[in-house]
């Protein structure tokens, strides 16, 4: 898959959508995702595959950088030296462009999260029972990064074999070993580290294809899924997690008469300002006095009413 110019236009393109709900769980998509690795342990492997060709990315960019700076150093002017270190950086940038770099675009459309999410999420979701003990091609991926020359020891058992490493990625390694016999110590290390590396792409790779063959697993919880339960969780309105703010004070007018008015003002402020309010208006006394009245006749059941003779 390649970055033609449509699909840069689209990813510049600024998001059109009007509503300002999100989904109650956008905030924490790393939660999200966990799940969603514990009960599809398929999307876990991939996702493991493509963060680990991420960091081949960013280590071929690491390792052309130190090439352009050993092809630029003096004491490296013979012919043979160039030239093995242009072969190095020559076969590093197509193992990068043709190998690496598309996988990783492609994870980063498709995925639906960032590589750092879910990153966040893989650390922090326990591994199924399903896939742990299966093949040991994950945890041979991780020890290998963390001991280099262990994996430089086994990668020179399989150094010709199809199975572990591309045709390009054999160039790279037989570019720097050498430039290391040439005179250039520092590419022993650079062949070392990109050997761990492309070792623990092919491992992880072993795994995601073992995990995807198995097939689709079945939802882990009872009924809907845990993943599906938060899919169909309820959105949330952004703009209503904002402070509304102090409410305004409700404004009651002076009482002109008794009843429903006469109550409500002395629910909210009080029988003092109801006294105020009648001073203020002494000719409407007598009829408020008579309503209160007036309302206790009205409420009597029609048999206590005396009955008047006509």
Not at 71 to 85: F, G, S
Not at 192 to 214: D, G, I, P, S, T
Not at 252 to 260: N, Q, T
Request: proline share 8%; hydrophobic share 40%; net charge positive.
């Amino acid at each position: 898959m390649r970055c033609t110019p449509e699909v840069m236009d689209d990813l510049r393109r600024p998001c059109r959508r009007k509503d300002p709900r999100s989904h109650a769980w956008a905030s924490h998509p790393e939660v999200f995702l966990s799940a969603e690795v514990w009960n599809r342990p398929e999307k876990g492997a991939l996702a493991e595959w493509a963060l680990g060709l991420e960091a081949l990315a960013v280590k071929l960019k690491a390792v052309a950088a130190v090439l352009l700076r050993f092809i630029e150093d003096p004491e490296n002017r013979t012919a043979a030296v160039q030239a093995t270190l242009r072969s190095a950086l020559h076969h590093c940038a197509l193992v990068s462009h043709h190998e690496v770099l598309p996988a990783v675009r492609l994870f980063t459309l498709k995925s639906g999260a960032a590589p750092q999410e879910w990153r966040k999420g893989l650390a922090r979701s326990p591994k199924p029972v399903r896939t742990r003990n299966i093949l040991p091609h994950r945890h041979e991926a991780a020890r290998c990064l963390c001991n280099i020359r262990a994996a430089f020891a086994i990668l020179s058992h399989h150094y010709c074999t199809q199975d572990v490493l591309s045709d390009r990625q054999r160039a790279v390694l037989r570019s720097l070993q050498a430039a290391s016999d040439l005179g250039v110590p520092e590419a022993t290390q650079l062949a070392k580290e990109v050997a761990a590396h492309f070792y623990a792409c092919a491992q992880l790779a072993k795994h995601a294809r073992h995990v995807v063959r198995l097939g689709p697993s079945t939802p882990r919880t009872k009924g809907a899924s845990l993943v599906d339960r938060w899919i169909q969780a309820p959105m949330r309105c952004k703009s209503a997690a904002e402070d509304p703010g102090p409410s305004p004070i409700l404004q009651i007018g002076p009482v002109l008469c008794g009843g429903l008015d006469a109550a409500v003002m002395e629910l909210a402020q009080g029988t003092e300002q109801i006294a105020e309010a009648d001073k203020r208006s002494p000719h409407m006394r007598s009829e408020a006095s008579k309503t209160p009245e007036l309302q206790r006749k009205a409420r009597r059941p029609s048999s206590a009413r005396p009955r008047v003779k006509p």
